[in-house]
């Protein structure tokens, strides 16, 4: 009797009828939703399944369902045979957090995409079938916090993609098995009932990894640095580091070591290079009150969950804290802010954030999301591929590879700016003020229009430090206290990013490379090398050859605009535009939204 049902099972997971359309896929859907009592948002046959339903996402050209996320929606009871593992196109697959019941559903293995699947926190039991082997595709398994109990299949190592698998607090028995897994980067099997040793395939991985198991550790120790460097290479590039900043040249170090770390890439839960709580600190979020919120009603594609598992890499560290670029579960990709230096209290913290996220227009890089707990202050913005204005207007310089900036894509990129800049003055009752405005700060959209990002944090921070290499250049005069900025100084600040993208010249020094027009110019920002540039009338000099040398007949609007840059950067606040009349003034220019 037992065998017959056994092969039955067997002969169910492969007989299938295959979606092979949206339609079918949509058909699929609503089949396994009719096996509960529930109801999903727009989850019905006359909407359109691509833009509408919720936690459904499709193919490029909209053929196929590739997504399906449908993390804590309260699901009760086992997943139908023959509804999900109908959409073969499926890629990525996210039930945790419901209280799914019954057996590892088999028929998946008929999700020959599929590349995640995310199964964690449901009360899923019995054992793993070996045929889960059958999912070539998967990279990321997690089927932790569930009841499944046996022994832990061999025939994983057949999953020759994987590189996360987490299978702890479950009840998993017997010995582990040798897994060889050369991509393997992540795995947790803690708190189950294993027994025996770590197998060598294994033994890379941290101690957590296999605890809470009646496990006998035999592992040798590591020694290795936070990013898997050699010791050397690690004390060789702090040597260059230390030797880099006595020369003066702190500010390229802080990029440069940057980039090495990206290049680390820092994960949260990775594997034994990089220690755990390198990204943030899982168990931060069940503390008291610690709570993401999002903005702009999307249905929560992710949560904190999400976030904390994704991949991150830095992508910088300013006075603000540590930026990451973090890749989530769906591919969506946002960036975090870690904000160190949060002076203000939750309330103040959480009022802020309240008022950016009503900030919304093309032009200014949405909040997507914030958390406060007491250890971890987070920002989640949106993400621009193309980088920022700082990167494009002086990366590469002087090497073959430097993709030049034409003075189109520069006016393009000062008008949305501008537009930005303005919607941003026009929050809380037209008193929002952004604090920071800089060309790192300013991003390109998809139509390649100036963006602003990093909103509304400076005056929930501790004073920026004056005249670092982060910030001289761009603040007003009158600004001691980078808490007190004001709108005015937003405008100074802006007249500094047009003058930089009119020279080309970064802010905080000019000076190098322009030594015959400013003999005492060592010391000098940019405001002032312009502004006394353009006393003795050489105002032609100060252009970016790189404009200058691509394109005839556009130094009058060239000369337009620095006059909106000067009229920015005015000594006296009360001479300074107001960001209205500037957007004005540079649509005037030339109107290049017709273009
Ligand atoms: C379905 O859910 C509703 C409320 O969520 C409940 O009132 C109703 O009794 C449920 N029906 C069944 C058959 O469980
Ligand atoms: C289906 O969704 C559409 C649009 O969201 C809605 O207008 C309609 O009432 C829904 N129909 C049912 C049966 O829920
Ligand atoms: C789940 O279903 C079982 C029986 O089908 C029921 O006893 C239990 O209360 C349900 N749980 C929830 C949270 O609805
Ligand atoms: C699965 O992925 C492959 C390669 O990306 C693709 O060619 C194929 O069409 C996909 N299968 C389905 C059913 O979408
Ligand atoms: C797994 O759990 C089920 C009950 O959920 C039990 O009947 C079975 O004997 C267990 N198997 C092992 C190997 O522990
Ligand atoms: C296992 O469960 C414990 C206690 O609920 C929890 O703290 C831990 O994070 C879980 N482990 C994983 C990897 O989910
Ligand atoms: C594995 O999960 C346990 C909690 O269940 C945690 O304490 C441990 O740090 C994790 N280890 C790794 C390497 O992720
Ligand atoms: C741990 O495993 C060993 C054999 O590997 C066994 O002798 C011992 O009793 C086990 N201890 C517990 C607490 O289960």
């Known amino acids: 009797m037992q065998i017959f049902f056994f092969s039955l099972s067997l002969i169910l997971c492969f007989v299938l009828i295959f979606s092979e359309t949206l339609e079918d896929d949509k058909k699929a859907l609503l089949d396994f939703l009719s096996n509960f009592n529930l109801s999903l948002h727009r989850w019905n046959q006359s909407s359109p399944v691509c833009h509408l339903w919720t936690g459904v996402t499709c193919s490029e050209n909209r053929d196929r369902i590739v997504s399906l996320r449908l993390p804590g929606v309260g699901f009760n009871g086992s997943i139908p045979l023959f509804t999900i593992s109908r959409l073969s196109a499926l890629k990525i697959l996210s039930l945790r957090k419901n209280q799914f019941t ?30 889960l082997s059958e999912l070539k595709s998967l990279k990321v398994l997690d089927l932790s916090n569930n009841g499944f109990n046996g022994s832990i299949p061999n025939s994983l190592s057949g999953l020759t993609s994987l590189r996360v698998l987490n299978l702890a607090n479950n009840s998993f028995s017997g010995e582990i098995p040798d897994l060889d897994l050369p991509s393997l980067r992540q795995i947790n099997l803690s708190n189950n009932r294993l027994i025996g040793t770590i197998p060598k395939s294994l033994q890379r991985f941290q101690s957590s990894a296999f605890s809470g198991n009646n496990i006998t550790q035999e592992k040798e120790k590591q020694h290795k640095t936070p990013f898997g460097l050699s010791q050397l290479a690690f004390l060789l590039i702090l040597a260059a580091a230390c030797i880099l900043g006595v020369s003066g040249l702190s500010c390229m170090m802080i990029t ?89 209290g939750r309330r103040e913290f959480e009022q802020q954030m309240e008022i950016i996220g009503m900030i919304r227009h093309d032009n200014v890089a949405d909040l997507k999301a914030y958390y406060y707990s007491k250890d971890d202050k987070l920002a989640v913005y949106s993400y621009y591929s193309q980088g920022s204005l700082f990167e494009m207007l002086h990366g590469n310089r002087g090497m073959y590879d430097r993709v030049p900036l034409d003075w189109d894509a520069r006016l393009r990129i000062a008008t949305g700016a501008a537009r930005g800049l303005a919607k941003i003055h026009e929050g809380n009752n037209g008193r929002f003020i952004h604090g920071n405005i800089k060309s790192s700060n300013i991003f390109l959209d998809s139509q390649s229009y100036g963006c602003i990002g990093d909103l509304g944090l400076t005056t929930i921070m501790r004073s920026l430090p004056q005249n670092t290499c982060l910030t001289s250049g761009y603040h007003a005069p009158e600004i001691t206290d980078t ?43 940019l405001a002032s090398w312009i502004r006394s540039v353009v006393v003795k009338e050489w105002t032609g000099e100060v252009f970016d050859m790189e404009i200058l040398s691509q394109s005839g007949g556009v130094e009058e609007e060239m000369v337009e605009m620095l006059q909106i840059g000067l009229a920015c950067v005015a000594l006296k606040q009360q001479e300074r535009p107001h960001i209205a009349q500037v957007v004005k003034m540079i649509e005037d220019i030339r109107s290049i939204d017709a273009e």
């Open 102 to 131: 019954g057996e590892f559903p088999c028929d998946f293995i008929n999700l020959k995409n599929l590349t995640h699947l995310y199964l964690q926190h449901n009360r899923f039991s019995g054992p793993l079938p070996a045929i």
């Open 256 to 344: 440069c070591f940057g980039k090495t770390r990206i290049s680390g890439k820092l994960r949260k839960r990775d594997s034994s290079s990089s220690p755990p709580g390198n990204w943030t600190s899982r168990d931060d979020h069940t503390e008291e009150g610690g709570k993401i919120i999002f903005f702009g009603g999307r249905n929560h594609s992710f949560d904190l969950d999400d976030l904390l598992s994704s991949s991150a890499e830095v992508l910088g560290k300013g006075a603000f804290g540590t930026t990451y670029k973090v890749t989530m579960e769906d591919m969506s990709t946002v960036v975090v802010k870690r904000l160190k230096e949060v002076v203000v």
């Open 483 to 525: 808490r007190r900025s004001s709108q005015f100084s937003d405008v100074y600040s802006f007249g500094v990013v047009l003058l930089e993208l009119l020279t080309g010249k970064s802010p905080a020094s000019p000076a190098p490379g322009v030594s015959e027009t400013t003999p005492q110019g060592e010391n000098m920002d």
